[in-house]
Every structure is written in C-alpha cells, then in structure tokens.
C-alpha cells in the first residue's frame, strides 16, 4: 500500500511538471511520514522552527518592504 | 510563456503575500544556515529576488513553495562561495527546550540545532521542509527539483541521523567547522545543484 501511495504521487508530480502547486503547505497531513514513528525530537525540531516564525520581524525587513514599491 | 505586466493591485496583492510568509522564510532559512543574522541577510536577498521575478508567479499558487525554492537556491550559491561555514550559534545555546512525554532529560536546543547543523544541506533541507515546515513529501521534492523518493530518502536519513545524535547522545561537537568535513558537504551541494532544474530560473 505504501508503494501504491509513491507511484501515484511520482505520477502526479510528472503531470503537473514543474508547477508550483496550488496551496503549497496549507493543505498538509497528505503524504506525511506515519506519526507513529516519530522519534522524541521531532518536536523539538518543530518547536525550533515555530519559535522563529513567532519572533518578531526586525524593523530591516520592514524598511526593506517599504523599499519595494521605489524598484520597479 | 509570456507574463503580461502586473497591475497596481496584483503588485499590492503579491506585496501582502511576500510579506506573510517572511516568519516561513526566516524560520527555513535559520533552520538551513544556522546564524540567525546571516539567515536574516539570505531571507533579505530572497525577497529582493522574488519581487523583481514576480511577473513569473502565478496567482493563487502556494507563495511560501515559490519563495522557499528562491531562499533555496540563494543559499545554495552562497555555500557553494564558501558565505556559510553552518556556524554553530552560541546564543541559543542557553535555551532548552521543553521535554517531549516520556523523556527524562528536557532536550536542549543548542543540542538540537547543532545536530540539525551537522546533517549534510540536502537531508537538513528535506527534514525541515517535511519535518518542521509542514510540506508533503511531494511539495517538498518539488521544492528541491527532485524526486519523492529521493526527499523520502533524504528524510530518512536525516531522520536516523537526529535519533542517533539526540537519543544516542552521539552529537559530534564542532563537526563543522573541520575542513574535511565541509569539503565533503560541498561535493555534495555541488550534486544537489546540478540536479535541481528549477535552480536556473533564478
């Protein structure tokens, strides 16, 4: 079932060629490794990365977002 | 293949979009090249980068997938002129994280991202895409311009890796910073380039 599962989703891949997909990340759990699985890290992994996304953006990357509009 | 010219309101829209998913780039790429400020500098580039290629993204596609293959390909160029060295960042290193269920010892960040920084970029890449970032594995050879079963494999690998490191207590101490070591990791940037077809569109 697992092989079944990969071929379809290699089949999909070839078919959209080099496409971005629609929705990218938002749609998650499909294809996903089994959760029963997952070492004791694994939320460590994930603790580390959404602490980044929770910091606060530095004033750089606002000065730099009201740049943008002056470049083209 | 042509784009037609963006209007002043798909400008604006592309604008929101870039700008909801800086906390995604600055978390990959912190997550890629370790120090939080050369990451910030890589995320700054990524944008740049996006905003003058905008005409080439298609509206209501994933936003996050398109950037990351740009801060993707940036920092791969970056390593390969030798920019990041996967320094070890001390700052961290007195933040612990809190114990999975079950474990005794609370896991200590600075462990944590050390091990991750010792995995070679292509399995580090391919576990924070699928293990942090919440992209499938489909999503995620996508992003990296290769097969499902080559990112399943790399996941896998990275996977046994951090079990090995975290769990075993198995952590090389500064691994990276051995010249032999990031020889080896180039050679191996230098595969994970050549066979990326996306990379030549930035």
Known sequence: MEIAKLAGGMANTMKRDK???KSGGERSGKNR??????????SGLQQLYDSVIE????????DLLSRLDDKR | MSHPERTVSEKADFKKELTEVIPHLRA???????RPDMADDLVQETMLKAWAAQDRFEPGTSMRAWTFVILRNAYLTDMRRNRFRGEYDEGVAERILTAPAGQEEPLHLSDMHRALLTLPA?????????GAGGFSYEEAA?????????IKSRVGRARAALTSMLEEGD??????????????????????????GVAAKF
């Not at chain 1, 910091?55 to 606002?62: H, R, V």
């Open chain 1, 33 to 42: 490794g089994p959760a029963a699985r997952k070492p004791g890290w694994a």
């Open chain 2, 28 to 34: 990959f790429a912190r997550g890629l090249c370790g």
């Open chain 2, 171 to 196: 952590i090389p101490r500064r691994s990276l910073d051995d010249d032999l070591a990031h020889g080896a990791i180039l050679k191996e940037l230098d595969a994970v380039v050549a066979g990326n």
């Open chain 2, 142 to 150: 996508e992003i990296c311009g290769c097969a499902i079963g080559t």
């Open chain 1, 19 to 21: 496409e971005v997909e």
């Open chain 2, 122 to 130: 292509e399995r580090r890449e391919a576990l924070l895409l699928v």
């Open chain 1, 55 to 62: 910091e606060p953006l530095p004033d750089s990357f606002k």
